[in-house]
């Protein structure tokens, strides 16, 4: 089973942009989708964004359009990329990944997940 790895969290400030990373530990089957997650200290995880390895379409939080892009190298990294980042965007990113060729935003369809990375903000 395909095991995920996200990196890239790390102390920062508001206003800066940040690149989030998933790495899978083998190449992506063109049936997966891709998507991140993200929850912060007392509330629920929230769907952030969604690649289709299938269709290469996207699939993003309309609460948070604009700001993320998720994008993909197609062989087995899938990136978040974080503009403008606001003290609210402070929680652990999540990577998870299903097969299906359809994206969604529903955590409880993910059936892998990686352990997080922690994006805290400093002032």
């Known amino acids: 089973e395909v095991q995920l790895v996200e990196s890239g969290g790390g102390l920062v400030q508001a206003g800066e942009s940040l690149k989030l990373s998933c790495a899978a530990s083998e190449f992506f089957k063109d049936d997966l989708a891709i998507a991140w997650f993200r929850q912060a200290p007392g509330k629920e995880r929230e769907g952030v964004s969604c690649?289709?390895?299938?269709?290469?379409?996207t699939l993003s939080s309309d609460s948070l359009k604009g700001r993320f892009t998720i994008s993909s190298d197609y062989n087995n990294t899938t990136y978040l990329h974080i503009d403008s980042l606001e003290p609210e965007d402070a929680a652990v990113y999540y990577c998870?990944?299903?097969?299906?060729?359809?994206?969604?935003?529903?955590?409880?369809?993910?059936?892998?997940w990686g352990p997080g990375t922690q994006v805290t903000f400093t002032s």
């Open positions: 690649f289709s390895m299938y269709t290469s379409r």
């Open positions: 998870a990944a299903m097969t299906s060729t359809r994206c969604s935003l529903s955590a409880s369809v993910y059936t892998i």
